[in-house]
Structure formats: C-alpha cells, structure tokens
C-alpha cells in the first residue's frame, strides 16, 4: 500500500493550496481519510479528517480556512488550504485508517513573504 501525496509548495501569506493524496495497492476497509502536520520543532498535529458517511472534523486552527474533502471509491482525499499563514507551514503527511493505519510520505508547505 502506498499513499502519494501532492500539491504542496511555497506560497505568500493569504494564499492558496491544494494537497491531494491516493492511495493504491490493496487497502480494505478504510473509514476515515485524513491530514496532519509537522512543523519544524514540533510534534504532529490533527490538520482535517473526513469520515466515510461525510462528517468531517478540523483543528481549530483551521476552521472556515481547510477544506477536506475526499472520494472512498477512488481512495483518494484533498484539502483545500486557503487564507495561509506563516503558521501552516510544516511538512502534511495525509492518511487512511481502517483495518490498518496508512501514512504518505508528506508533502512541504512553505507560506512566507
């Protein structure tokens, strides 16, 4: 199983991104799709999650600026990262929980002027 994260970049403070992450190989099972985050000195934190039945879930950090979003047929998930901050910047690791836990590899986001 491997997950293939994208869409990570340098981006000026009020910008926008789109992180996507699929997954291939055998992956049974998965509810929840999600995203987390490491800044540098940091320990990994809950970005955004999305649930197979549509809930969804978000740091407090980022409420009203990400976006999650995904497709379970296509094992596929995305955030929508607008209005950045200096503050997102960290590497986004996306990942899929379900009879096993499954981690990509990360992606940088780099938000400076």
């Known amino acids: 199983v491997q997950l293939q994260a994208s869409g990570g970049g340098s981006v000026q403070p009020g910008g926008s991104l789109r992180l996507s992450c699929v997954a291939s190989?055998?992956?049974?099972?998965?509810?929840?799709m999600g995203w987390y985050r490491q800044a540098p000195g940091r320990q990994r934190e809950l970005v955004a999650t999305?649930?197979?039945?549509?809930?969804?879930n978000y740091a407090d950090s980022v409420k009203g600026r990400f976006t999650i979003s995904g497709d379970y047929a296509k094992n596929t998930v995305y955030l929508q990262m607008s209005s950045l901050k200096p503050e997102d910047t960290a590497v986004y690791y996306c990942t899929f929980i379900g009879r096993g836990v499954y981690w990509g590899q990360g992606t940088l986001v780099t938000v400076s002027s």
């Open positions: 190989g055998s992956i049974v099972s998965i509810n929840v």
């Open positions: 999305i649930i197979r039945d549509g809930n969804t």
